[in-house]
Every structure is written in structure tokens, then in C-alpha cells.
């Protein structure tokens, strides 16, 4: 089972950028496509972008489209979303997750097959 750490979450004011990164666990991470979600409170898990195995393929969330960058480095494990122009409805924990299957672009919770932990963005008014 492949394991997902995140980091770079923070507080930041709108309009401000963040920058999170996933490191992943596992020989096979190039396999796999990734994805990101976010989880505000009293509100489901929603889906934020995600990025084929080689990263030739992204796709976004349309709130999201314009502003937020998915990218992955298969040589350090690691996929990234960079956030731009930051605003307070971005607020949330965001998990960064595998596809369920090989094959598959996870862009519902319901095809990710393994969670990280998740890391917090805070986006003041």
C-alpha cells in the first residue's frame, strides 16, 4: 500500500499562494494517476484536480480552473498544486490520493485508492 504525506498548507491572506506537495511511497508512483480533494467543514469531499501517471494529462475542478496548477516530479515521488489568487472559499483540508485503478483518472473520492493525511489552507478575507 502506497503511502501519501502532504505539507505546505498555511494561512494566507486572499490572493496569496501556497504551494502543496505529496510525497509518495512506492516504486510504482509513475504508474498512477494523482489526484488532489478538499474537505471544508460540514461540506463533502470534493474533487480538485488531478494528473496522469506521466503528467501529459491534467484536469481541474471548474472553481478552481485558471488558478490552481497540478504537476508531478516521478523522479522524487512527489505531485504538487500550486494555488494562485487564493480566495476564502478555497478554505479546507486538502488530500492528495491515487487512483484506485492503473488506468483511471481519480476525479471523485470514490476512484482513490489510498489518502494522506491531509494539510490544512486557511484563506483570510
Known amino acids: 500500500q502506497v503511502q501519501l504525506i502532504e505539507s505546505g498548507g498555511g494561512l494566507v491572506p486572499a490572493g496569496g499562494s501556497l504551494r502543496l506537495s505529496c510525497a509518495a511511497s512506492?516504486?510504482?508512483?509513475?504508474?498512477?494517476?494523482m489526484g488532489w480533494f478538499r474537505q471544508a467543514p460540514g461540506k463533502e469531499r470534493e474533487f480538485v484536480a488531478a494528473?496522469?501517471?506521466?503528467?501529459?494529462?491534467?484536469f481541474y475542478a471548474d472553481s478552481v480552473k485558471g488558478r490552481f496548477t497540478i504537476s508531478r516530479d516521478n523522479a522524487k515521488n512527489t505531485v504538487y498544486l500550486q494555488m494562485n489568487s487564493l480566495k476564502p472559499e478555497d478554505t479546507a483540508a486538502y488530500y492528495c490520493?491515487?487512483?484506485?485503478?492503473?488506468?483511471?483518472?481519480?476525479?471523485?473520492?470514490?476512484?482513490?485508492?489510498?489518502w494522506g493525511q491531509g494539510t490544512q489552507v486557511t484563506v483570510s478575507s
Open positions: 490520493g491515487t487512483s484506485r485503478v492503473i488506468i483511471a483518472i481519480p476525479r471523485s473520492p470514490s476512484m482513490v485508492g489510498s
Open positions: 512506492g516504486r510504482t508512483f509513475s504508474a498512477y494517476a
Open positions: 494528473i496522469s501517471g506521466s503528467g501529459g494529462n491534467t
